[in-house]
């Protein structure tokens, strides 16, 4: 599929606020994910959006959805250091089963 | 833990040869989705199983093949492997049109020598 866009590397410290950019590119996709993947590990859902929302906040998580812009974005509060891991932005591929179609990810690191 | 098991966990296969990899989907879930994804990458969708049929094909060539089982159990075949097919193969297991609950197995890491 067209690609997902996302900034490759992020660096934050331990306590401070961690946003992740993504740009997706199908304006009809129904549901807009992260996912969190850790060294050596599968894919771990982290939160999804439906695209007629404009944010959702799940307990330290923030997900905004800009349409207009097919822009999506991962607001983690009070980064900790099990947080560092790589964090994948998908869009759901409505003639494929809704299967996914993923970044390339960005790597979060999260220094003491 | 998801309930989405893959097996083998590594895997070591030389250029030209076949392998077939394995994933018992999460207890209700029908429909199975396979990925690629090579290091540094994203995962790559490769195909998705609904009910034993093929319900979705991403760009990749007919030596991936599957199959799915009456259980839901699934299996990826590859043909002909090639060193870019080295990479982590991950399988995710869902209910239909439902991947907001999309749970992945541990993946298989598939090294072509």
């Known amino acids: 599929g067209e690609d997902v866009e996302q900034s490759l590397f992020l660096s934050v410290r331990e306590g401070d606020s961690s946003v992740i950019n993504c740009t997706y590119t199908?304006?009809?996709?129904?549901?807009l994910y992260w996912y969190k993947q850790e060294p050596g590990a599968g894919l771990q859902l982290l939160t999804y959006i439906f695209s007629n929302m404009d944010m959702k906040q799940d307990q330290r998580l923030t997900v905004l959805l800009n349409k207009k812009d097919k822009h999506l974005s991962l607001r983690i509060a009070d980064t900790q250091t099990g947080d560092s891991a790589i964090y994948f932005c998908a869009e759901s591929i409505r003639n494929s089963g809704y299967a996914l179609n993923f970044g390339k990810g960005t790597s979060l690191l999260v220094t003491p | 833990e998801t309930g989405v098991t893959q097996s083998p966990t590594h895997l070591i296969k030389t250029r030209g040869q076949q392998v077939t990899l394995r994933c018992s989907s999460q207890?209700?879930?029908?429909?199975v989705s396979w990925y690629q994804q090579a290091l540094g990458q994203g995962p790559q969708f490769i195909f998705q199983?609904?009910?034993?049929?093929?319900?979705g094909r991403g760009n990749f060539p007919p030596r991936f093949s599957g199959l799915q089982f009456p259980n839901y159990s699934s299996e990826l075949n590859v043909n002909a492997l090639e060193l870019d097919d080295s990479a982590l193969y991950l399988c995710a297991s869902s209910l239909p049109q439902r991947n907001t609950e999309a749970f992945f197995g541990q993946g298989t890491r598939l090294t072509v020598v």
């Open positions: 199908d304006s009809s996709s129904t549901y």
């Open positions: 207890s209700g879930h029908n429909t």
């Open positions: 199983y609904y009910r034993e049929e093929e319900n």
